[in-house]
């Protein structure tokens, strides 16, 4: 069976690519001292994570209530405002959540142990 992949580039009613999130931070102190490279974009509202997808994403492209909810609840029972799915996640949900779980405690923390194990 062939995989299939899917990618939605997002912009806003007039076709422009939104505002981001994240801005390159030209203080060469933070990097410096504390390794930040990025700014939170001032002119940006903010909102979660999940908000800020469910957002971006829904005025391109309709959701399914699966698709809602794994990215609503991608984190998974570690955010208590989550456990309102506890036990009545989907699995696309379940899915979502473990690729998120393994990407952020497993390949980016033995990756980082890598990094400052040859510094």
């Known amino acids: 069976m062939a995989a299939v992949h899917s990618c939605a580039l997002i912009t806003n009613r007039q076709g ?54 794994a990215i609503a609840y991608h984190d998974g029972q570690y955010i208590d405002d989550n456990k309102i799915v506890a036990h009545k996640e989907e699995p696309l949900t379940l899915l979502l959540h473990w690729a998120d779980y393994w990407t952020a405690h497993i390949y980016e923390e033995s990756r980082q142990q890598k990094l400052t194990s040859t510094q």
Do not use: C, W
């Open 16 to 69: 422009t690519p939104p505002p981001f999130l994240a801005l390159l931070d030209r203080r060469q102190q933070m990097v410096k001292n504390r390794g930040i490279r990025y700014k939170i974009n001032p002119d940006v509202v903010a909102m979660g994570l999940a908000v800020r997808s469910l957002y971006l994403v829904t005025q391109h492209i309709p959701l399914t209530d699966a698709e809602a909810q």
